[in-house]
């Protein structure tokens, strides 16, 4: 599975991005996907996933309410709407694939990462 990300830009406090996570390889459909991001000199942090149907999702707390992870997978595509959007959410973020059909907040848990693409809010 190869992955590409994109989406990403420089915002305001407020406003709102969509990042789009494309993926390559007849394995998409039967892997969780997640985002995580990462800033400077601090580990990569958990984000969000989805399980394999779409069905399933979860958030950190950070993120939770304000942030909403999808897939569609005729498509393979996972994406990543991001509102209210706070200084705080500055980071690259990275889509993964995990090994299995559900995800969770540990990167050692996931095969496939896209490149990362750089969200920044100013306040």
């Known amino acids: 599975v190869q992955l590409q990300a994109s989406g990403g830009g420089l915002v305001q406090a407020g406003d709102f991005l969509r990042l789009s996570c494309a993926a390559s390889g007849r394995m998409f459909s039967n892997n969780a996907m997640s985002w995580f991001r990462q800033t400077p000199g601090k580990a990569r942090e958990f984000v969000a996933t989805i399980n394999w149907t779409g069905r399933t999702s979860y958030y950190a707390d950070s993120v939770k309410g304000r942030f909403t992870i999808s897939r569609d997978n005729a498509k393979n595509m996972v994406s990543l709407q991001m509102n209210s959007l706070e200084p705080g959410d500055t980071a690259v973020y990275y889509c993964?694939?995990?090994?299995?059909?559900?995800?969770?907040?540990?990167?050692?848990?996931?095969?496939?990462w896209g490149q990362g693409t750089l969200v920044t809010v100013s306040s």
């Open positions: 993964a694939a995990a090994r299995s059909s559900y995800g969770s907040s540990d990167p050692t848990d996931y095969r496939y």
